[in-house]
């Protein structure tokens, strides 16, 4: 049997926003019912957030608007930085790197050729000024590909492989619609074969039909290329159908965690049950 | 005499030559030392205000100020004109302000060369030093408008933006469209924006036998490219880059029509009701070819 040892282990990952002060992470939580420190007054977005990733799975991470969701996936995908606790994350190669310690150079190489990031507004996640090639181009080219052809001919595979026409390489993403530039997205994010990929909100706001294809692209492409995934969304419905595991988020703290089934079936905690109650 | 010994002039022989102020000719110097100890790399400096208005070659021109000493022999082209307007302008004000400078045309005798546009075409030789007015320094300003971010790029080395400029080039043009101020890596690590030199210059830069200095007046930036050292044109592994091909419809190479050169930079003169001239751009190259016939 083989042992496997997960992609990501997270322990203890707190972000505060503000100064701080001794007792932050205490006053504030699901059992205070807020995220800002009546002491001092700074936000605390997360506190005290583990779980691990497993190589090819994807987690469910779900709560309301402001319970920190985004929070979580922007210090895993170093956008941010964490002000507490540990993100162990394994490369392909197996070397492991704390991502709450890492200095800027390495953020740099893990962003650019171990990560890849889907935004719920696509002006976070595409450069507007260049065309969707370009796009996808600019990731091939930070992870050091230098051959034209090399780069045109990966662009055009991720198009079809997003189910964007191969017509459009040369488009603005201005010009697309909402669901291509998710799937331009996707495109771009998948350039570098991430070894982990983070999607956020994702389909929020786009048309049923629309958000059908984006998520089953999404499981589509878990099964063929096996890239582990932490999926963020306030929707029940999203987890249902991506993920395996989910952890539930409240006032920046993990209220829940399990089997994504086992949640919707049998919610423990309160806040989790009137959710499930609520979609039913 | 050598760049070398031109930066090594004794503070006290400063006196009342070269316009600057001792200050501001050590500011210079320190400036220089460290842009050629970090090739490629922009260094910011306290631009002076200058008698001419920044944008008209402040930066090159307060280089030369620094580092000319009497022993010097200057040659300030713009364009590869040393008789147009703005050369003259600024070959008569740094020799005002440097008693006992001598000039020169000739590219062979001048031991710095003050530039516009253009590098020579005769082969540059060590004693030699290049100096050149520099309107935008940082090639990163066609994808980047905030200087801060920019900063940054350069420290991580991070040029996928402009990269991803050349990409969107060979797509729209099937060839990278840059025409000057060709982004090329010095050293292997800074991107440089070489000033608005043609294409035809870039490769005179590479591991030249003479320091090139680059001075940016306005934005208050210095720059070098060392002698003996890599530059390399930004392209393509499978899209080299290429220089001006000066071709005609049937491939053959057009030639100077006063030297008949057919290995410099020319230009295109229209003609009424004849096909173009074409012209050595470097005149002096062109005079020297001919043997100097006018004695210039
Ligand atoms: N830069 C910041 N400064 C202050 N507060 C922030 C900052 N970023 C996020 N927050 C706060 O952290 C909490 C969690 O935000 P976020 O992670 O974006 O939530 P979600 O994605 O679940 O909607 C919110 O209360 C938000 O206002
Ligand atoms: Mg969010
Ligand atoms: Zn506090």
Redesign the interface.
Known sequence: MVHETPVLSVAGLTRIHGRGCADCVRLTGDAAGRNVCPSCGSVVAVADISFDLWPGEILGVMGESGSGKSSVVKLLHLDDRASAGSAWFREGDGRRHDLVAVD??EA?RLR?TRFGMVFQNPHLGL?FG??A??NI??RL??GGE????T?RETALGLLDRTEVPRARI?HQPGQFSGGMQQRLQIARALAPKPELLFLDEVTTGLDLSVQARILDLILEIQRELGVAMIVVTHDLGVVRLLAGRTIVLRHGRVVEAGLTDQILEDPQHPYTQQLVMSAL | MSPASSLQRPASSCDRFGFLDDFAVREMRRGMLKALAIPGYQVPYASREMPIARGFGTGGMQLTLALAVPQDRLKVIDQGADDSVNAVNLRRFITASCPGLATTTRTAEATLIQTRHRVPERQLAPGQMMIYQVPYPDPLQIVEPSEAKRRRCHAHGDYARLWVKLYEDVVRFREVSISNRYPARVAGRYIIDPSPIPRWDLPKLHCSPVAHLFGAGREKKLYAVPPFTEVVPLAFDDIPFAVEGFRATDCSRHACATCGATDTFLDEIPQVGAPPRWLCNDQDRCAERQGYPDGA
């Open positions: 800027e150079a740099r650019d450069n260049v065309s090639g370009g181009a600019e080219l930070c230098r051959r034209f052809q780069i040369d």
